[in-house]
């Protein structure tokens, strides 16, 4: 998910978290209309409902802007955000959140999306695929599609090395490949 | 996967409201001049509790209470401009201007008092003023700092932006 515009888009990001650092009241609009769709569209992955979603939507914002203030690294908006949204639903799904790192393995190269690459594959039986796939799985498969955050902002948000988020991608991409094969949703 | 629409919990709309109160400048003004007013006032009735040499126990006990209430004021306002409403760094420095301002007029009156009564209580009053001006200014003088620092930084990034 490297591009050139990755340094730009950097200082973009920075040069708006420092205006709502200053108080620019425009500047959270900006934040608010760019943010608001990816922040919730991942949030609805995790919960799989959409009420719950919003809940979680509006305590993200709220934790948000309550906290850009202080926010020590303005050039990491992103991953602080999406870190922020990350706690406010781990904190509602704890239940549901069940770490999967025993077989964890580090891998260097991201195999190719056999999952759905090479294949038609109807939207919204991915969508309802992806439901029934567990948390940690969806959260992964959502933030690496999002095409929001690199793989070392993902790593960083979800505390793991690069290898491992790799590792974890390519195992949710298996998953939702059975799911998908499952419903006869190939083309 | 649609988003929400219209005013439905989490969608754009009802998120952009709920902005506009958590911004709200008026709100956080309010929680700066509660913190100033109830520290000014806290500062006047401990200056009398501690500097008349005799007092009835019932006026030391409504003393006491006062101060509690007002030391209530003061944390109340502090964990509110901490927790619910942070100031900005354009807020901090209007609120930081405020303070300055509130003070030194505070520390006039207390200076008046001194002047006209020399009471004890007037002197711990000019005593605590003293004190609050001086956490006023280094506030402003912070404030400032990081306020430049920042609209530094902005100009560095517009600037960076502009030429690509």
């Given amino acids: 998910m490297s591009t050139n515009s990755e340094p730009i888009e950097a200082l973009a990001d920075e040069l708006l978290a420092i205006r709502c650092q200053l108080g620019e009241r425009a500047a959270f609009d900006v934040l608010i209309a760019r943010w608001h769709e990816p922040v919730w569209r991942y949030l609805r992955r995790l919960a799989n409902n959409d009420d719950v979603a919003g809940d979680l939507s509006q305590d993200t914002w709220i934790r948000v802007l309550r906290g850009i203030g202080a926010l020590r690294e303005p050039g990491k908006l992103r991953p602080w955000l999406f870190g922020i949204a990350r706690r406010v639903a781990m904190d509602r799904l704890r239940f549901e959140y069940v770490r999967r790192g025993a077989d964890d393995v580090e891998i260097d190269e991201l195999p190719a999306d056999d999952a759905t690459q090479d294949l038609e594959v109807d939207l919204a039986a991915i969508d309802t695929a992806l439901a029934v796939l567990p948390v940690s799985e969806r959260e992964m498969l959502t933030l690496f599609y999002l095409r929001e955050l690199s793989l070392a902002e993902i790593a960083a948000l979800l505390a793991m090395p690069v290898g491992t988020v790799k590792s974890r991608l390519y195992r949710a991409r298996l998953e939702l490949r059975r799911a998908l094969e499952t419903r006869g949703a190939f083309t | ?164």
């Fill in chain 2, 1 to 164: 996967m649609n988003t929400p629409t219209n005013m439905q919990t989490g969608s754009l709309e009802y998120i952009r409201r709920l902005a506009q109160g958590e911004l709200s400048i008026k709100a956080r003004i309010g929680y700066v001049s509660l913190l100033l007013v109830a520290a000014a006032m806290t500062a006047v009735v401990l200056s009398l509790w501690l500097t008349e040499p005799v007092l009835p126990a019932r006026t030391q006990a409504a003393f006491g209470v006062m101060s509690l209430i007002g030391g209530a004021w003061v944390s109340f306002a502090l964990w509110a401009l901490t927790a619910r409403r942070p100031l900005f760094a354009r807020d901090a420095v209007i609120a930081g201007t405020l303070a300055v301002v509130f003070t030194s007029v505070f520390v006039a009156g207390a200076l008046g008092a001194v002047i006209v009564s020399g009471a004890a209580a007037a002197f711990g009053a000019l005593g605590t003023g003293v004190v609050m001006l001086g956490i006023a200014v280094w506030n402003l003088v912070s404030a400032s700092r990081r306020h430049a620092a920042l609209a530094a930084r902005r100009r560095e990034l517009e600037s960076a932006l502009r030429t690509g």
